[in-house]
């Protein structure tokens, strides 16, 4: 069965530092991945996705993820982050084949610090 | 509407009880899915609808738990019995066409707590 590792459960940031969120996935097929957001008292929604093509995908509000094939990472990044950033991230992955189900990381709570 | 909708947004329920957790997604959208997330986690899959389909409901962990969907639009997920372990937010979310690598919209939740 696939599995997603996020492994920073809770990272805490002042204001225009730089954040990469750690994503590893286990699956031994062609898979898509995603990073998916929560802000506070709101509903889950896309932040980013990769399906093929360059392994550097850029997404809204500034973040990027980078798909490193032979390490199973796709770790989320921003340049400098704002305090509106202030979220849950989820990791998730989904198989080309299979791609009606979505498996989700357990999340990393970021708190960004005016 | 605007957006996935689900009810109740919070359900209390006592142990034993039987439960109905209602999800109206996005007018028109073909996809569904209900998902179960714990505490301090990320959701984990339910079940998937195509239009009125049932295509795949290998997530559901036990035979306490159906999900419907008669129309193709509205979807009902109920939990018979409820357990304590049952506790968790239970998401619903849509996409618009078949290909659920299109972006999934999802509601906000409900809540269920058994006591």
């Known amino acids: 069965a696939q599995s997603v590792s996020q492994h920073n459960h809770h990272v805490i940031l002042s204001e225009a530092a730089s954040l990469e969120l750690g994503c590893n996935y286990s699956y031994g097929g062609t898979v898509n991945l995603f990073w998916y957001v929560q802000y506070p008292g709101q509903h889950l929604q896309l932040l980013l996705k990769y399906f093929s093509g360059d392994p550097l995908v850029k997404g809204i509000k500034g973040f990027e993820a980078e798909f490193i094939k032979s390490k199973f990472s796709f770790n989320l990044r921003k340049p400098s982050v704002q305090w509106s950033d202030t979220a849950e991230y989820f990791c998730a992955v989904n198989s080309k084949y299979n791609f009606n189900k979505f498996y989700f990381g357990s999340g990393t709570k970021l708190n960004v610090k005016p | 509407g605007a957006g996935v909708s689900q009810s109740p947004r919070y359900k209390v329920a006592k142990r034993g009880q039987d439960v109905a957790l209602r999800c109206d997604p996005i007018s028109g959208h073909v996809s569904l899915f209900w998902y179960q997330q714990a505490l301090g986690q990320g959701p984990e899959f339910l079940t998937y609808?195509?239009?009125?389909?049932?295509?795949?409901k290998s997530g559901l962990p036990s035979d306490r738990f159906f999900a419907e969907r008669p129309e193709g639009s509205v979807s009902t997920l109920k939990i018979q019995r409820t357990q304590q372990e049952d506790s968790a937010v239970y998401l619903c979310?849509?996409?618009?066409?078949?290909?659920?690598?299109?972006?999934?919209?999802f509601g906000s939740g409900t809540q269920l707590s058994v006591l």
């Open positions: 979310a849509s996409s618009l066409r078949r290909d659920p690598n299109e972006k999934l919209f």
């Open positions: 609808f195509q239009n009125e389909a049932q295509l795949d």
